[in-house]
């Protein structure tokens, strides 16, 4: 089993920048993928990037609107996969969750090992 905790959100200004890490423990995630997601009040969860965990290559795939404003990156020393987040818009106000998956997917259904999640909030 495999647990994941993330961290890092909170409240920033529109224009901001925040980092948010998920940190993983349990079992070794050797050949998985590790996916961002956020979801607001009354909408459905919203895929944000994806990275595999570990191996020569890093290998990610990002929501395309979101593709330059948004960064993933991992540390397999660390256990952590990171999420940057840069020029921030009040749109971007939501809980922010990582997951696991064995296969690469923007679909939401095919994650699992869900953390707890980390509010962001965007003031403008």
């Known amino acids: 089993q495999v647990q994941l905790v993330e961290s890092g959100g909170g409240l920033v200004q529109a224009g901001g920048s925040l980092r948010l890490s998920c940190q993983a423990s349990?079992?070794?995630?050797?050949?998985?993928?590790i996916g961002w997601f956020r979801q607001s009040p009354g909408k459905e969860r919203e895929f944000l990037a994806t990275i595999n965990w570990s191996g020569g290559g890093s290998f990610i795939n990002y929501k395309g609107s979101l593709k330059g404003r948004f960064v993933v990156s991992r540390d397999n020393a660390k256990n952590t996969v990171y999420l940057q987040m840069n020029n921030m818009e009040p749109e971007d106000t939501a809980v922010y969750y990582c997951?696991?998956?064995?296969?690469?997917?923007?679909?939401?259904?095919?994650?699992?090992?869900w953390g707890q999640g980390t509010q962001v909030t965007v003031s403008s």
């Open positions: 997951a696991v998956s064995a296969r690469a997917s923007t679909e939401w259904t095919a994650f699992g090992s």
């Open positions: 349990g079992r070794t995630l050797s050949g998985y993928i």
